[in-house]
């Protein structure tokens, strides 16, 4: 195995400085000019710098995300690379994170990484969490550790990060178990592991699929214009455990009659869903129309492997099967 890692270059606030016109952020600096802010870098290894693109986070949408995903299997495989970078807009970080870690299934580490100051701002914050990526992934630590996403000198889990502040430098966290473990004085530091990683073998997405916010008193109505306008799936942020007002109970059942997934994940930051309530539209009448629980996913990644599994299978009991496994045993 080389000692060279690969840095891919998506966009985002990490690549962005002030338009003095525009008196707002914009993408402004080359990779070469951002590599050229990590100091000392070439003392630990090679860089290889590849451009994907300049894209602010929210410009970057699900099929562009697959074709990332193929740019950095391809990377990874190669013999002279030890561990890809890539850096990202962090409003959709998570969920490329996610991707990535669904259908990429490497050895070698993989590590994504952004920015919350732009080059602009003083404390730009670009420079300290791209060492610390890039030492995450020469490190013989983060192998066969899954996709990881190194901020404010945290190791986080693709599968369990997320982003949580709007401002913050420690925006990223893993509010359910924390984080795997902290990048110190240029050495990466584990204190736990992942056992289970989930795999979706699949180079296709199905981005027809909606996000849809439970709330007091919500009807169908938003479910039906779904189902007309030829969605694929639904997944549903519910109330709680897993429960949802009677009037959206109802949809839910009509979209399933349709053969329209719905996955159901709970609108609170941390906990999982399951069908503990027996009233009507709480989570055991869910169940038992067909709807699909996603454990302790928030809403954005549940949509992301929905987006996968719809890309290869039509059925809706495979699909739950896939996303209940480590809820409910046959």
Do not use: W
Not at 313 to 328: C, L, S, V
């Amino acid at each position: 195995m080389g000692n060279k890692v690969a840095v891919i270059f998506t966009g985002g606030t990490i690549s962005m400085k002030v338009d003095p016109r525009l008196n707002a952020a914009i993408p402004g600096l080359t990779s070469e000019e951002i590599m050229g802010m990590v100091t000392n870098i070439e003392k630990f290894t090679e860089i290889e710098r590849i451009n994907f693109g300049e894209y602010p986070g929210p410009h970057i949408d699900p099929e562009m995300m697959m074709e990332l995903s193929k740019l950095v299997k391809n990377t990874i495989s190669r013999d002279d690379i030890t561990g890809v970078v890539v850096t990202h807009g962090t409003d959709t970080l998570e969920e490329t994170a996610y991707l990535l870690d669904l259908t990429i299934k490497p050895k070698k580490p993989i590590v994504i990484v952004g920015a919350m100051r732009n080059s602009s701002e003083l404390g730009y914050d670009g420079p300290s969490n791209l060492s610390a990526a890039i030492c995450t992934a020469i490190s013989k630590e983060a192998v066969n550790k899954g996709v990881l996403v190194v901020m404010n000198n945290e190791v986080n889990a693709a599968s369990e990060v997320t982003k949580t502040n709007t401002l913050s430098l420690d925006t990223f966290k893993s509010p359910e178990f924390g984080p795997l473990g902290i990048v110190d004085n240029d050495e990466v530091i584990f204190y736990r592991d992942i056992i289970n990683h989930d795999h979706i073998e699949t180079e296709n997405i199905e981005s027809k699929v909606a996000l849809l916010k439970s709330v007091a008193g919500m009807d169908s109505d938003l479910i039906d214009y779904c189902i007309g306008a030829g969605y694929k799936g639904i997944v549903v942020e519910a109330m709680g455990r897993g429960n949802v007002p009677i009037e959206m109970y109802k949809g839910i059942k009509r979209s399933i009659e349709k053969n329209i997934p719905v996955v159901i994940v709970s609108r609170c930051p941390t906990g999982r869903v399951l069908d503990t309530y027996g009233y009507p539209g709480g989570g055991k009448n869910l169940r038992n129309i067909g709807a699909i629980f996603g454990n302790n996913l928030p809403g954005q990644k549940a949509r992301i492997k929905l987006m996968l599994l719809l890309s290869i299978y039509n059925d809706i009991q495979t699909i739950k099967d896939i996303f209940e496994k480590d809820i409910y045993t046959k």
